[in-house]
C-alpha cells in the first residue's frame, strides 16, 4: 500500500507518464457506459489510432474468471473486503498484463470501469471507507490512474427502468437496492467534483449521438495537448 496520503480522493502518485492514452468510462449501471466506450473506440481506430477496448472487471482470463465470481449469483455471502479484494486483483491483473503494455505501444486504452468503481460501489456504498478503498487499488495497479475519466449520470430510477429494459438478468450488485445505487451516483459526482481536470461529467440521459461526440471531441482535446 502507499504510505503518502494524496490531497484528492482519487488521485495519487504513480509512475511516469505512459505513452499511450488511458480513458475510463465510469457510472452507475444502466447509465450508458458499454455503449460509449465502443462508439468512441470506434470512431478513434477511424482516425487511425492504435485503441484497445477492455472492461472491468475482466480483460484478462484471470480477470474473466474474478469477474464471475464477484458478479454471480449464487457463490454464498460475498462480504464486502472480499468483494474489495477481489475487484482489486482482477484490476491489478488487468493493469499488469493487459493495460500498461497497451499504453506502453503507445495505444489509446478504453476501459469501462476502473478505479473509481471500487472507490464508489466498495468505498461508499458497502461502507468499507474511500481510502482504504483508494489505497489497496493504488498499490494494486502501481499507481496507474487514467488521464481522463467520462462519468456518465444518471439517476437510480432511470438506471433501473433501463436495466428492465435491457431484459438481462441482474448481476449481484445491479440487484441491490435503490438507496445503493443513490449512493453510487452521489460518491460518483464527488468524485469527479474533486478533481475536475481529470473527468468529463455528462448528463447520461442525452442522446446517443450527443454524447459521442462530446466524448470524442474531449479525447481528442487531450491527444492534441499531448507532447
Ligand atoms: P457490468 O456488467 O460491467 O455492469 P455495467 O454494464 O453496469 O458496467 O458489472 C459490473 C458490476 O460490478 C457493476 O454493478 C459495478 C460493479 N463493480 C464494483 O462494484 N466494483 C468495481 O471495482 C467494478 C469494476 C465493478
Known sequence: ????????????P???????????FEGGDGAGKSTQARLLAGSLLAAGHEVLLTREPGGTPIGEKLRSLVLEHGQGEVDARTEALIFAAARAAHVAQTIRPAL????????????????????VARGLGIEPVRDLNVWATDGLWPDLTVLLDVDEGEGRARRAADDA?????ESES????????????????????????LDGRRSLEELSERILAAVTRVLEARP
Open 169 to 173: 438478468v441482474e448481476d449481484r450488485l
Open 1 to 12: 500500500m502507499t504510505s503518502s496520503s494524496p490531497a484528492t480522493p482519487d488521485s495519487a
Open 14 to 24: 504513480g509512475p511516469g507518464p505512459a505513452r499511450g492514452l488511458f480513458v475510463a
Open 104 to 123: 506502453d505501444r503507445g495505444s489509446v486504452v478504453i476501459t469501462d470501469r476502473y478505479i473509481g468503481s471500487s472507490i464508489v460501489y466498495q468505498g
Open 178 to 201: 435503490d438507496d445503493f445505487h443513490r449512493d453510487v451516483r452521489t460518491a460518483f459526482l464527488d468524485l469527479a467534483e474533486a478533481r475536475p481536470d481529470s473527468y468529463l461529467v
